[in-house]
């Protein structure tokens, strides 16, 4: 990665899983209301490659930028940073 810049990272939880290789990724984040100078919880989903397909439904994971994969995929799994509890 020398020599290219840093690329843009984001944190989330996963909400689907159903896909070949692919997870939706649920990032939060908190906004000032203007008027009412009030923090609102905005959420944004972004599609991932999970090439090893071992992410679960609530997981919480961390993603990178990365070259255009398929028409919405522009974000790679980097790793899991918390797993979660199996009912």
Same mark, same amino acid.
């Not at 989330?12 to 990724?25: H, L």
């Given at each position: 990665m020398s020599g290219r810049g840093t690329s843009?990272? @984001?944190?989330?939880?996963? *909400?689907?899983? =159903?896909?070949?290789?692919?997870?939706?990724?649920?990032?939060?984040?908190?906004?000032?209301h203007q008027m009412y100078k009030k923090y609102i919880t905005r959420s944004s989903k972004f599609m991932a490659h999970d090439? @090893?397909?071992?992410?679960? *439904?609530?997981? =919480?994971?961390?993603?990178?930028?990365?070259?255009?994969l398929s028409k919405e995929k522009r974000w790679r799994l980097l790793e899991i940073l918390e797993r979660a509890e199996q009912v």
């Open positions: 843009k990272t @984001k944190t989330g939880i996963v *909400i689907s899983n =159903k896909m070949e290789k692919s997870i939706v990724v649920r990032v939060d984040r908190k906004v000032k090439a @090893k397909n071992d992410c679960q *439904i609530g997981d =919480k994971v961390r993603i990178i930028e990365s070259r255009p």
